[in-house]
């Protein structure tokens, strides 16, 4: 996998307007007012909303009716539009000189003035730590600003614990699951019994997508990803087409005693 120049990284002449009219004057963010005031007392001052777009065509492939198989022309439009948003989204934090972007959202929106046309765009908050950290720097073994999916209770609890996170490591798989017969389907009618077909086709899109997670969290010389989720995402594909997506926060160690703070107590004094 390589490594983006974020320098050369193209941006709309209106967003390096918003970067270097906010650049040390003013920060944008949306992170919540208790998530903000956690990553502040964290060690680290956001800098500025970023955000990275992709407007992707995604192309068209059919699946075999009666057979379980992966759609590799899908999956790799999935893949590379991700990429371009988060490579825009990293370009923009880049030019702000942050060390990280926390509280990053992945979301897809498919356009209705066009078919098979999605916008893909990726959104976190870009933040500079307030000292470095005893490996040096927070930036990630790619020299690249890290990114975070996790809330801002999570990412104060993780480097309080003495770790710091790498990337955002993510997998896609887009698979198309095999119709059954009318036979096969008159076989288990009004029963109790699995579906052998059905069951190895979702484990082996999981394992596909979750493989190629964890390679990139390799890539990144990670000790494990956190916050982990598994998503199924049907889009427009139809009920026997969907894509398996995985995704976390990938994580290395500050330090080789890993504190974590006795959980204490709170009893909120608003009335519901």
Same mark, same amino acid.
């Given at each position: 996998m390589s490594t983006p120049d974020l320098g050369s990284v193209p941006l709309p002449a209106d967003a390096t307007a918003r970067l270097a009219d906010g650049a040390g004057r003013l920060f944008t963010s949306d992170l919540s007012v208790n998530e903000f005031l956690l990553v502040r007392q964290a060690g680290f001052r956001p800098v500025g909303l970023v955000l990275g777009s992709s407007v992707y065509h995604v192309g068209i492939q059919a699946g075999r009716w009666s057979k379980n198989m992966e759609l590799d022309k899908l999956s790799q439009a999935m893949y590379h539009a991700r990429e371009l948003a988060m490579t825009r989204m990293e370009a923009e934090a880049d030019r702000l000189g942050a060390?990280?972007?926390?509280?990053? $959202?992945?979301?897809?929106?498919?356009?209705?003035?066009?078919?098979?046309?999605?916008?893909?765009? %990726?959104?976190?908050? %870009?933040?500079?730590?307030?000292? !470095? !950290? !005893?490996?040096?720097?927070?930036?990630?073994?790619?020299?690249?600003?890290?990114?975070?999916?996790?809330?801002?209770?999570?990412?104060?609890?993780?480097?309080?614990?003495?770790?710091?996170?790498?990337?955002?490591? &993510?997998?896609?798989?887009?698979?198309?699951?095999?119709? $059954?017969?009318?036979?096969?389907?008159?076989?288990?009618?009004? &029963?109790?019994?699995?579906? !052998?077909?059905?069951?190895?086709?979702?484990?082996?899109? $999981?394992?596909? %997508?979750?493989? $190629?997670?964890?390679t990139e969290a390799e890539h990144l010389d990670a000790e494990g990803i956190v916050g982990v989720q598994l998503l199924s995402l049907p889009h427009r594909w139809g009920g026997h087409t969907t894509e398996f997506f995985a995704i976390g926060t990938a994580v290395r160690s500050l330090r080789p005693d890993h504190v974590i703070q006795t959980p204490t107590l709170v009893l909120p004094l608003t009335d519901r």
């Open positions: 060390d990280g972007i926390v509280g990053v $959202r992945l979301e897809i929106e498919f356009k209705e003035y066009g078919n098979d046309l999605a916008e893909f765009i %990726a959104v976190g908050t %870009a933040v500079v730590a307030d000292a !470095p !950290p !005893p490996t040096g720097t927070w930036r990630n073994t790619k020299r690249l600003p890290f990114t975070s999916d996790l809330s801002g209770q999570d990412f104060w609890t993780l480097i309080q614990a003495g770790y710091a996170p790498l990337g955002l490591t &993510m997998g896609t798989c887009v698979y198309h699951i095999a119709h $059954r017969g009318m036979m096969s389907s008159m076989t288990t009618f009004g &029963m109790n019994t699995e579906i !052998p077909q059905y069951t190895e086709a979702l484990y082996d899109a $999981r394992e596909l %997508a979750m493989g $190629r997670m964890q």
